[in-house]
Nanobody, 115 residues
Framework: QVQLVESGGGLVQTGGSLRLSCAAS????????MGWYRQAPGKQRELVAS???????SYTDSVKGRFAISRDNAKNTVHLQMNSLKPEDTAVYLC?????????WGQGTQVTVSS
């Protein structure tokens, strides 16, 4: 059974940093894009950052210059370095991986930024 396991969320003050990690385990033949969505209470799920197997990266405008996504294809892991955090970054962050079998999702990790 394939699963994504996330780590690294928590509580941080405005201006602080957090690093999220997501590791895929199980019988995985190939992973295309990996990345992170977030969902805040009362808001739609938002794609925060994604990275293709070839290394192409995209970010939502609100995190450009503050967040950095990276991945290790050999280890099927993806990371999200989040700097200069703001209260509006508060959300549950969900890792995803696009595979030939469909989309995989992590369980979500809470990020809370206090003002």
């Amino acid at each position: 059974q394939v699963q994504l396991v996330e780590s690294g969320g928590g509580l941080v003050q405005t201006g602080g940093s957090l690093r999220l990690s997501c590791a895929a385990s199980g019988r995985i033949f190939s992973i295309d894009a990996m990345g992170w969505y977030r969902q805040a209470p009362g808001k739609q799920r938002e794609l925060v950052a994604s990275i293709s197997a070839g290394g192409s990266i995209s970010y939502t405008d609100s995190v450009k210059g503050r967040f950095a996504i990276s991945r290790d294809n050999a280890k099927n892991t993806v990371h999200l370095q989040m700097n200069s955090l703001k209260p509006e970054d508060t959300a549950v962050y969900l890792c995803y991986a696009a595979t030939v079998g469909g989309l995989l999702w992590g369980q979500g990790t809470q990020v809370t930024v206090s003002s």
